[in-house]
């Protein structure tokens, strides 16, 4: 099924008050089958996770809409899930007469094992929650994601996610973390770094023209102390003022 998609570009967001938008630009482009394929799987592989990490984070959650969604693509008597991409462009005869989607046939097999383990988590938190009346019913897509599973490994690979106990520990791919890290010599220092290469044992704070300001906690406590001395007097001003205030009425 191919797809012609139109984009409007208007002049104000929506939601709006007006009744009308002015459109200022306006595209159209066509979505083949095959890519039309790749977005069909990418939401749902999104969708599947959404669920789970609501379900994982709130264990109250109704679990019906878990299950007709896991029973879709496990057991699709129907539609007959990716079983008619496999059909359509998997074969020699499509690769051969379009070589130019075959790096949109390898993301779509890599889509295609990423299910794999986002049906597993979701399998099992149904699994966790499903009642007596309903346990034939998990039992049955059970062996149904079995079969599935070896079926889609054996072809496209293995894939696995982290664990729960992997990210609560914070631990990420080796890729993320050295995206996320900046070289030693580009990275600004901070002022805890500042202050362990000073040789002063109290923590200082740079300067905008480079010199060293005056330690941060000294100052804090000076000023604290003064101002603590300062409503001391004040104090005492008043108490003195009293004071007069009544001897004179007893002198009079």
Request: net charge positive; proline share 6%; with cysteine.
């Amino acid at each position: 099924m191919w797809i012609e998609r139109t984009t409007f570009s208007i002049a104000y967001k929506l939601p709006g008050i007006l009744r009308w938008f002015e459109v200022k630009a306006m595209s159209m482009k066509e979505i083949s089958p095959l890519e039309n394929a790749i977005e069909t799987m990418q939401l749902t592989n999104e969708k599947i996770n959404n669920m789970v990490q609501q379900h994982m984070n709130d264990p109250n959650l109704p679990i019906n809409p878990l299950s007709l969604l896991l029973n879709g693509i496990v057991d699709p008597a129907v539609m007959g899930g990716f079983a008619n991409y496999e059909k359509a462009f998997f074969t020699e005869k499509y690769m051969q007469e379009h070589p130019e989607d075959l790096e949109n046939i390898e993301k779509l097999k890599d889509l295609i094992a990423w299910q794999v383990p986002f049906l597993a988590e979701g399998i099992r938190i149904h699994g966790e929650k499903v009642t007596e009346a309903l346990r034939p019913f998990h039992e049955r897509m059970e062996v149904c994601f079995k079969q599935l599973k070896e079926k889609v490994e054996k072809q496209y690979g293995v894939r696995t996610l982290l664990s729960s106990n992997d990210e609560r520990r914070g631990n990420r791919p080796r890729s993320m973390v050295r995206s996320f890290t900046m070289p030693s010599s580009s990275r600004p220092l901070s002022v805890v770094s500042i202050s362990s290469v000073s040789s002063d044992s109290t923590p200082s704070r740079p300067g905008s023209d480079g010199f060293v300001l005056e330690p941060l906690l000294p100052k804090k406590m000076h000023s604290r102390s003064q101002d603590k001395l300062d409503r001391d007097d004040l104090d005492k001003e008043k108490k003195e003022k009293k004071k007069e205030k009544r001897n004179s009425k007893h002198q009079e």
